[in-house]
């Protein structure tokens, strides 16, 4: 199968949210989904002005397409405290 490199983003529940933080509990959880062949790859940080200091976090990663849908990357992320929202925003199939 080929690897997929998805993005989510993550919308704090407050400006005042540690987003280093939130950033580390938040790869945890990907890094508990990903197979094993991703478990070490690297996963990049942007942070996205929203409005009145909020930001929100968007991750990228690579993660095996046989995993199927990231619906239950979602709600664990989503499951965190100080999360209000979880969207996947994109999927791209790597090549090479």
Do not use: W
Request: with cysteine.
């Amino acid at each position: 199968m080929a690897s997929v490199v998805v993005t989510i983003k993550i919308m704090p529940t407050s400006p005042d949210v540690d987003l280093d933080n939130l950033y580390n509990q938040a790869c945890t959880n990907i890094r508990n989904f990903v197979d094993e062949k991703h478990k070490e790859d690297e996963i990049r940080k942007q942070l996205e002005p929203i409005g009145f200091g909020l930001q929100a976090l968007k991750l990228v990663f690579v993660m095996d397409e046989s995993l199927g849908d990231t619906e239950k990357l979602e709600q664990t992320v989503l499951s965190l405290e100080q999360v209000e929202s979880v969207e996947v925003t994109d999927v791209r199939r790597a090549i090479g």
